[in-house]
């Protein structure tokens, strides 16, 4: 059974930089898309950018493209996401998720597996 576990949230005032961690488990990843999602308080869940696992090759939605990276460890089955210039806007939980057909999409209905999540909380 594939499990994500997530790390690195915590609190930070704007203009600081965070780095989330999400270590996977149970399975072969090689094949799988990952990617980075946050929900706040009464949104949606919103894509922040994924990555394919085999190639690196990575995407990221417009509100955070430029600030946000995402990246990955192939020998500790960890991805990352840098986070730079925070604002309070990106208070949320954070989460990372793994799609098995390798998809590559940036809708929440295509990924199969889910961490827990992350509080990150940015004060002005």
């Known amino acids: 059974q594939v499990q994500l576990v997530e790390s690195g949230g915590g609190l930070v005032q704007a203009g600081d930089s965070l780095r989330l961690s999400c270590a996977a488990s149970?399975?072969?990843?090689?094949?799988?898309?990952m990617a980075w999602f946050r929900q706040s308080p009464g949104n949606e869940r919103e894509f922040l950018g994924n990555i394919r696992w085999n190639s690196g090759f990575t995407s990221y939605a417009d509100s955070v493209k430029g600030r946000f990276t995402i990246s990955r460890d192939n020998t500790k089955n960890t991805m990352f996401l840098q986070m730079n210039s925070l604002k309070p806007e990106d208070t949320a939980v954070y989460y990372c998720?793994?799609?098995?057909?390798?998809?590559?999409?940036?809708?929440?209905?295509?990924?199969?597996?889910w961490g827990q999540g992350t509080q990150v909380t940015v004060s002005s």
């Open positions: 149970g399975g072969t990843f090689t094949k799988y898309s």
């Open positions: 998720a793994a799609d098995y057909s390798g998809s590559y999409s940036t809708s929440v209905s295509e990924y199969d597996y």
